[in-house]
């Protein structure tokens, strides 16, 4: 089976700036979420408008996420982005306890009978397809199996399961034993999502979970941009450091074309960096200097000191 890989949603880190300058450089990634769309006082950020727009996401393929809680506005996000989108992917996986305590995200995990009916209202009212990212849980991994029956009765293009509670958040192990168990009563495509940092992890849950050949990566693959072209075996003789280091200045341009003022381009790009470093020798140090950089000046000149005294390890 040919390996499907995507890049999940990251709040704060994969907008379409990023996405769009990884696509360029590294690729090998097969589709492309967004971080997830949400209606907001009754209107949607002009950033969101940004960053799910088909103009930024026309060089990718691109599926739009969407956070609701609610039938009606499910029907009102999904309407929108189809027009330019052919399918949309349901957030039902947000960890984060401002979004959890709303009942949205993995706080809607526990409540099967809520989620089908919006799913309900969404297939009676919508041509796209749909797809889930969801954990195991909210607080138990009941959650999901009882989950089942009720994603069964409809024909989901994609279920994304990442095997972790919704109250872990990103601490603790994900189960990979909640993932064999949900395949087995699951008719519909699984991609599996969680713990794949490097090609040893991907293979070891690629044994693990045999009959599944579509992968999310997130955090790791952040950390290293090289991951999806070496899970896929694709050798190159590229000089990583150094395309690195055109990535990320394009990246710097980028935001500095468009946010305002050196706090906001140094807060976004000090955030890649808590991945970033683990790609370095002294990844300590090297996260430590990014963030004790107070302005452009200094964030450029720690920039070039890390790329003359570090090497790439990844």
């Not at 589709?31 to 907001?40: D, G, K, Q, S």
């Not at 306890?97 to 309900?120: C, F, Q, R, T």
């Not at 519909?188 to 849950?205: A, M, Q, R, V, W």
């Not at 710097?252 to 683990?278: A, C, H, P, V």
């Amino acid at each position: 089976m040919e390996t499907k890989l995507s890049l999940a949603p990251l709040q704060g880190i994969t907008d379409y700036i990023f996405r769009n300058s990884f696509n360029y450089y590294f690729g090998n990634i097969d589709t492309y979420y967004c971080p997830f769309i949400r209606i907001e006082k009754g209107d949607i950020r002009k950033s969101k408008i940004r960053d799910f727009s088909i103009e930024n996401n026309n060089k990718m393929n691109f599926i739009p996420q969407i956070l609701t809680n609610d039938k009606e506005e499910f029907i009102q996000l999904a309407s929108m982005l189809s027009k330019d989108y052919s399918e949309i992917n349901w957030n039902l996986g947000c960890p984060f306890p401002m979004v959890a305590k709303h009942n949205l995200g993995s706080g809607m995990l526990d409540k099967p009978e809520l989620i089908d009916d919006i799913l309900k209202h969404a297939f009676e009212n919508l041509d796209c397809k749909i797809s889930i990212k969801l954990r195991s849980g909210y607080k138990s991994e009941e959650d999901i199996m009882n989950l089942i029956p009720v994603l069964n009765n409809y024909n989901l293009s994609e279920l994304i399961i990442h095997p972790r509670l919704g109250i872990q958040q990103y601490k603790g192990e994900a189960n990979l034993d909640i993932v064999k168990k949900v395949s087995k009563v699951y008719k519909n495509k699984i991609t599996y999502n969680g713990d794949i940092i490097n090609k040893e992890s991907f293979e070891n849950i690629q044994n693990k979970l045999p009959n599944i050949n579509s992968y999310m990566l997130g955090r790791g693959l952040i950390a290293n941009p090289f991951l999806a072209q070496e899970i896929k075996g694709i050798t190159t003789d590229v000089d990583k450091l150094e395309l690195f280091k055109e990535f990320h200045a394009d990246l710097l341009n980028r935001y500095s074309n468009l946010l305002n003022g050196d706090t906001q381009i140094l807060k976004r790009m000090q955030g890649f960096w808590e991945y970033f470093s683990l790609s370095f020798t002294n990844s300590h140090k090297t996260h430590k200097k990014i963030k004790k950089a107070s302005n452009a000046s200094k964030y450029i000149n720690a920039i070039n000191q890390i790329f003359k005294e570090e090497k790439w390890i990844s």
